[in-house]
């Protein structure tokens, strides 16, 4: 099929008055920057980053008119590579996408092959969208928590900022993997929610927030999974076991971390960090086939619901007051 010369997209763009507007409309492909393969989009996701990227955090996004847009599933429309077909379906997250390069927020990208994923078999584009980077990155919060030997006999582990992106699919996967699974949450009306997920307890945003400023909790986490950063992720570091595991991935909160070195040389705990953005390709394939295969949640129920283009500026607003339950897809097949 001939290329369009247009296409639609969420075009974000700063005003004289520093303000940031969005608004969907059409682009000129000759817009896009050179790549090497030209993606036709079908489906992408919303992330925290994204809203980010939408209302002018220039610490994601440095200059505007952007398409924000950190996922994109699609088709290639064209590749100058012999390592990609035209046709080839394909998963791009990451690297700079929607951060400083049009993003999935538009029906077309063009990016460097070495950013894009073959989607693996056992997953569609859409359910490839259903996790996304929050998705991904809850994967590898799991993996890396595995591989310095975390087991499902160790006890229980938290899961903070439980009902968001990353976070459901925490709680999801590590239930899933038969881990005996705490879901913090500043939603508790959302009890049934993480329940169905696997989650067996449910506790307050608050119970998770300790203030009495003292550098050890009495010891409850085997591992921890943390979405959210700050005095969230300080309690839940006071509060593991001895040689007990937290991994950090994110700052919902805020990006502080306020915390003695106690529950380090008096316990053993190790702080992990994880990066979805830079993460090797080779890592990247591999935790992809996971979530396509052996760890494969169910993606049809309350954990994933859908929008168009045109209906994605009210959840832009609402991710970013914390207001989300579960993933996002965003359908731009139509
Ligand atoms: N390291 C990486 O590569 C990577 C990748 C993806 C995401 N992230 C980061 O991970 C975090 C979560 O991303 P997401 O896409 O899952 O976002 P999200 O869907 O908005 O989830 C964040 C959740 O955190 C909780 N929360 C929000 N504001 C809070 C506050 N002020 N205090 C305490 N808890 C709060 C809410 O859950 P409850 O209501 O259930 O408490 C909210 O649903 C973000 O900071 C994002 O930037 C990092």
Known sequence: MPLPQNFKAMVVAETA???????????????????????????????YKDALSATGN????????????????????????????????????????????????????SIPAGWA?????????????????????????????????????????????????????AVGLLAKLGFNV?????????????????AKEVISREEANDTSGRPLQKGRWAGVVDTVGGNILATAIKSTNYGGLVAACGNAMSADLAISVYPFILRGVSLLGVDSVEIPMSTRLRVWQKLAGEWKLDLSGDLVSECSLEGLSPKIDQILKGGIRGRIVVDLSQ
């Open 117 to 169: 994923v073959k989607l693996p078999q056992g997953l569609t584009l859409r359910e490839s969208m259903a996790y996304g980077t929050a998705g991904f990155t809850a994967a590898l919060c799991v993996t890396r928590l595995a591989a310095y030997g975390l087991t499902k006999e160790q006890g229980e582990v938290l899961v903070t900022g439980a009902t968001g992106g990353v976070g459901s699919i």
């Open 17 to 47: 008055d520093k303000k940031f507007i969005r608004d969907v409309k059409q682009v000129s492909l000759s817009d896009l920057p050179a790549g090497e393969l030209l993606i036709e989009v079908k489906y992408s996701s919303l992330n």
């Open 58 to 109: 220039k610490g994601v996004t440095r200059k505007y008119p952007h398409i924000p847009g950190i996922d994109a599933a699609g088709v290639i429309a064209s590749s100058s590579t012999s390592h990609f077909a035209t046709g080839e379906q394909v998963i791009v997250t990451g690297y700079d996408l929607g951060m400083n390069t049009s993003g999935g927020f538009g029906r077309y990208i």
């Open 182 to 198: 705490v879901a913090a949450t500043g939603k508790t009306a959302e009890k049934n929610f993480l329940a169905a997920l696997g």
